[in-house]
């Protein structure tokens, strides 16, 4: 199983960047997928999951309203579209795909991990 996370990059605050987490290696559809990140000296974090047919979707509080989370079955890949970027936003960006009945909220329930993708927010 491969879970290859792009997207990442340098920004200013307010701005934009979409994420992109491209799977092979297991049947896309039938994961649920989640988006978590790590800033320096922290521990990984919740973002956002989705369920593996998109009918369900959770957020952190901190990134509702401002971040998306979606998913192309057909493509294989799961998504990540972050607007109104702050610069507490910075962190490294990791996709990870699940089995369970609900998409979890915990790194721990997650079974396939991705590379991450550095996001820096400058201020």
């Known amino acids: 199983v491969q879970l290859q996370a792009s997207g990442g990059g340098l920004v200013q605050a307010g701005g934009s960047l979409r994420l992109s987490c491209a799977a092979s290696g297991l049947t896309f559809s039938r994961y649920n997928m989640g988006w978590f990140r790590q800033a320096p000296g922290k521990e990984r974090e919740f973002v956002a999951a989705i369920s593996w047919g998109g009918g369900s979707i959770y957020n952190v509080d901190s990134v509702k309203g401002r971040f998306t989370i979606s998913r192309d079955n057909a493509k294989n890949t799961v998504y990540l579209q972050m607007i109104s970027l702050k610069p507490e936003d910075t962190a490294v960006y990791y996709c990870?795909?699940?089995?369970?009945?609900?998409?979890?909220?915990?790194?721990?329930?997650?079974?396939?991990w991705g590379q991450g993708t550095q996001v820096t927010v400058s201020s």
């Open positions: 990870a795909a699940d089995r369970s009945l609900r998409p979890p909220q915990v790194v721990a329930e997650y079974d396939y």
